[in-house]
C-alpha cells in the first residue's frame, strides 16, 4: 500500500495544476448534482476524501455547517487551499491524510464523499468501509466515480489503456461491485445515478497526465481498438474535426449507514 500511496502522490503532484483544470474535475453542474444528492440541510459536518484540489469540499462548505477535505497530495492541497481562502469560504480546512486509514473517530460527520476517486485504491472495499465507519448512523456516504463493465474482459480492456495514461489508476469497478461494497459496508443505498455526459477529448485527456510519447501511442492504439471493435463499452468515437473521443461512464451512490461495523 506505502509504495502505491508514492505512486499517487507522484502522479497527482505532476498532474496537479493540469488536473485542477480539467473540466471533467471543475463542472459545476456535476459538482451540483454530487452535493444535491446529499440533500442537505445547512447544518452538516462533511468529509471529502481524496479532494484533490477542493472543489467538492468547496461547494458542500457553501450548503453546510463545515467540511474537511484529505487527499495524499500536498501539492492539491495547496491549490484547494488557496483558492478557498480567496473566494472567502471559511468553513472549509484541509489535511493530508490516508483514506485508507482516515485520522478520525467513528461517527464523526454526517455525510462523507468522494468523487472519481475510488479507481485509484488498491483496496476500494477499505476505503468505503473507512468512509461509513466515520460517519454517523443515519449520516450519508456519496461515492461517484468512473464504472467498468460487468464483463471482466471488457473492463480489463478498458484498464489496460486507464493504467497507460495514469499509473495510480487501479481498476474501473462495475456497478454490481460498488453495490457489494456499500452493503458490506453497512450502508442502504438509497439511490443509484449514472450517466454517460463525459465525453473526454484523447489528446487532452492524455496531456493531464504528461503520458510519455510511447505510452500515449499504444493509448491511441488501443481506442481505435476499441471504436472498430467495441472491446470496453466506452464507445470511442471521432468527432467531425477527427478528434478521438470516448464515454467516461460515471456512477454516483448515496448510501445511508444504517448499522455499527464490527
Not at 464523526?108 to 461509513?132: C, G, I
Amino acid at each position: 500500500m506505502a509504495h502505491h500511496n508514492e505512486i499517487v502522490r507522484e502522479s497527482f503532484t505532476a498532474q496537479a495544476k493540469a488536473f485542477a483544470a480539467n473540466p471533467w474535475v471543475t463542472d459545476k453542474q456535476r459538482i451540483r448534482r454530487l452535493v444535491a444528492a446529499a440533500r442537505l440541510t445547512g447544518n452538516e459536518r462533511v468529509l471529502d476524501i481524496a479532494t484533490g484540489p477542493g472543489y467538492i469540499a468547496e461547494v458542500f462548505a457553501r450548503a453546510a455547517r463545515d467540511v474537511i477535505g484529505v487527499d495524499l497530495t500536498a501539492a492539491m492541497l495547496a491549490i484547494g487551499e488557496e483558492r478557498t481562502k480567496k473566494r472567502g469560504v471559511p468553513n472549509v480546512s484541509f489535511r493530508i491524510g490516508d483514506v485508507q486509514n482516515l485520522p478520525f473517530e467513528k461517527e464523526e460527520f454526517d455525510v462523507v464523499v468522494t468523487r472519481l476517486a475510488l479507481h485509484h485504491m488498491q483496496n476500494p472495499a477499505k476505503v468505503v468501509r473507512e468512509m461509513a465507519r466515520v460517519c454517523r448512523l443515519g449520516g450519508t456516504v456519496l461515492v461517484e466515480d468512473i464504472y467498468g463493465s460487468e464483463h471482466s474482459e471488457r473492463a480489463a480492456y478498458q484498464d489496460r489503456w486507464e493504467k497507460l495514461r495514469d499509473p495510480s489508476h487501479v481498476r474501473t469497478l462495475p456497478i454490481s461491485e460498488l453495490l457489494h461494497l456499500f452493503r458490506e459496508a453497512g450502508l442502504e443505498t438509497d439511490s443509484l445515478s449514472t450517466f454517460e455526459d463525459l465525453c473526454p477529448e484523447l489528446e487532452r485527456w492524455l496531456a493531464t497526465t504528461r503520458v510519455p510519447p510511447g505510452d500515449a501511442a499504444e493509448v491511441r492504439r488501443l481506442l481505435e481498438e476499441d471504436r472498430l471493435h467495441d472491446l470496453s463499452g466506452t464507445r470511442p468515437f471521432l468527432d467531425a474535426a477527427g478528434q478521438r473521443h470516448f464515454h467516461a461512464r460515471t456512477a454516483t451512490l448515496a448510501g445511508r449507514r444504517f448499522r455499527l461495523l464490527t
